[in-house]
């Protein structure tokens, strides 16, 4: 019989706020936004852990050049070729070692591809054999494929930081880092340009998803990834007050200048790109030539008004970030979870004036 694993309605972002407490902060300054990270093979780094997510319209090399001025990171698109790859080392000589994940699926061309890069890069480097951070990402975390490519990479690459997802559970935080991934990236069907919910009804509300894979992560010594369903900078704050560790990116980074997409100009003159999702037609039809008749598109393509340089973007966030630090008393990200508390509400924003 089917079962009803929760009589409990899961949160998302829209459907809590933050609750400000007596603060010991008196300037947004005060706010530290970096994080120092150690991993079990004894990698350290510390960044602002936000990450532009692997889309081709949003993981790009143009975005990681402005993102890592905010020592923030990018998980750069998997479809990027080897020379690219080596342009961006060349000119880049190790510095952003920690600001980017490369991105691999799980198939066996995928292995022979990023062996490749991993060798370029370290000639490039003067063959210093840089730890490199591995975002290993698909669209479905629970199936065996996933695991066996997080062993693969880890076996293979035993320097290296690895991320896997995405799952939404405890249960897939826990399948992963057995598997031996870092971290585990946690987020199904909450993406502004994802349709899965509408496709086969899968889906898991992102703000409890994030509660609820905390505790697991924990145990396991993994750090979590929120990727997906951020709308705004308060939906961010609310990621890191829930217990995630990075925040990923798509909708909020899409539409600027860094997105390495074609800009054009509507009937009224106003300009816009297209951006689509990664399982959508359009990536499908753009990297396969074709939709298998097996699969259905589970992404939306839409156009998105011109939103100029990203670094306004990340200023605004960094300062929404900073703001909800000094309203709870945190003065660092890591300390959002610990003081951050929630309450459940109806409405969220006051809309009256806005056309
Ligand atoms: P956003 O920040 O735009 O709300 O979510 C970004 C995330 O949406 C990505 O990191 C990725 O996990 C997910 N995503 C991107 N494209 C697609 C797609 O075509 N279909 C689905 N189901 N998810 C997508």
């Known amino acids: 019989m089917a079962d009803i694993v929760s009589n409990d309605y899961k949160l998302d972002f829209s459907d809590v706020m933050i609750v400000p407490g007596i603060s010991h902060l008196n300037s947004r300054k005060e706010v530290n936004l970096l994080r120092t990270f150690k991993f079990k093979n004894g990698v350290e780094f510390e960044v602002c852990p936000i990450i532009a997510a692997n889309m081709d319209t949003v993981g790009t090399f143009s975005m990681l050049k402005r993102m890592e001025e905010h020592n923030m990171m990018v998980a750069l698109h998997k479809h990027y070729s080897i020379e690219k790859y080596k342009e961006f080392f060349e000119q880049d000589n190790g510095k952003s070692t920690f600001n980017y994940f490369i991105t691999v699926g799980t198939s066996k061309e995928e292995r022979v591809k990023f062996n490749d890069i991993w060798q370029l890069r370290k000639k490039c480097n003067l063959?210093?054999?840089?730890?490199?951070?591995?975002?290993?990402?698909?669209?479905?975390?629970?199936?065996?494929?996933?695991?066996?490519?997080?062993?693969?990479?880890?076996?293979?690459?035993?320097?290296?930081?690895?991320?896997?997802?995405?799952?939404?559970?405890?249960?897939?935080?826990?399948?992963?880092?057995?598997?031996?991934?870092?971290?585990?990236?946690?987020?199904?069907?909450?993406?502004?340009?994802?349709?899965?919910?509408?496709?086969?009804?899968?889906?898991?509300?992102?703000?409890?998803m994030i509660l609820e894979c905390r505790e697991e992560?924990?145990?396991?010594?993994?750090?979590?990834?929120?990727?997906?369903?951020?709308t705004c900078p308060g939906d961010i704050a609310k990621a890191f007050g829930a217990g995630a560790d990075f925040v990923m990116l798509g909708g909020m980074l899409a539409g600027h200048d860094e997105c390495e997409v074609e800009f054009y100009r509507n009937e009224n003159g106003e300009e816009y790109c297209i951006s689509h999702g990664m399982s959508s037609t359009t990536a499908m039809m753009k990297y396969n030539g074709n939709v298998p008749s097996h699969r259905t598109s589970e992404g939306r393509t839409?156009?998105?008004?011109?939103?100029?340089?990203?670094?306004?973007?990340?200023?605004?966030?960094?300062g929404g970030l900073r703001s909800c630090g000094t309203y709870i008393g945190a003065e660092t990200l890591e300390k959002f979870a610990e003081k951050a508390s929630f309450v459940k509400v109806y409405h969220q924003l006051n809309t009256s004036l806005v056309k």
């Open 217 to 230: 992560a924990d145990k396991r010594g993994v750090y979590l990834i929120s990727d997906g369903g951020c």
């Open 302 to 318: 839409v156009p998105i008004k011109a939103k100029g340089p990203v670094n306004n973007t990340l200023l605004d966030i960094e």
């Open 127 to 208: 063959n210093k054999d840089f730890p490199v951070l591995i975002n290993i990402d698909i669209a479905n975390g629970y199936i065996p494929a996933l695991r066996e490519a997080v062993e693969y990479y880890k076996r293979t690459y035993p320097n290296s930081i690895i991320s896997a997802g995405n799952v939404c559970t405890p249960e897939g935080v826990r399948l992963l880092s057995d598997a031996g991934a870092d971290i585990a990236k946690i987020g199904i069907s909450g993406g502004s340009l994802c349709i899965t919910r509408a496709k086969t009804g899968v889906g898991y509300p992102q703000f409890s």
